[in-house]
């Protein structure tokens, strides 16, 4: 075995003990939650497309970007979870900037309707949490050895 697959099998060993697992089933359901939402915001976008008051070309912009890194973070969540190491680095990185990216969203005066600057604030929310799970002390240790 190289070096490389020893460390991953040390990190994969370390992700099935309880905490690394409970760290991750969090994760997943708050990736999976802030993915959901993503998802139906765009579909209320579609629906309420004609209501310029409620949906301008900011909206769906924003809409799409937040759709798109849901589903890349749902994605590194889970490949994390099976011990990526890559995956893990996405993952602190794209949760850390969307929160960045939301408080900044939420803090614009007149760019965004006021039902996407609530929506933006649950997924910042979501986010918050795994950004919070993922800088852990367990997880830290676990892809540092990776």
Sequence with gaps: MTNTQLTATAAAANLTHPSGRKAFQTIR????????????????????????????????????????SSALTYTFATRAARGSRGAYRRLRIIAAVMVAAITVIIALPGTFPLWMKTEQAVCGLLLLGVVAV?????????????
Excluded: C, E
């Excluded at 993503?38 to 310029?52: C, M, N, P």
């Excluded at 993922?134 to 240790?141: A, D, I, K």
């Design 29 to 68: 359901m708050l990736t999976g939650g802030y993915l959901l939402l993503s998802v139906l915001t765009v579909a209320v976008i579609v629906l309420l497309r004609d209501h310029t008051t409620l949906v301008n070309s900011a909206v769906w912009i924003r809409g799409i970007i937040v759709a798109v």
């Design 134 to 146: 993922v800088n852990g002390r367990h997880l830290r240790s676990v892809f540092a050895t990776a």
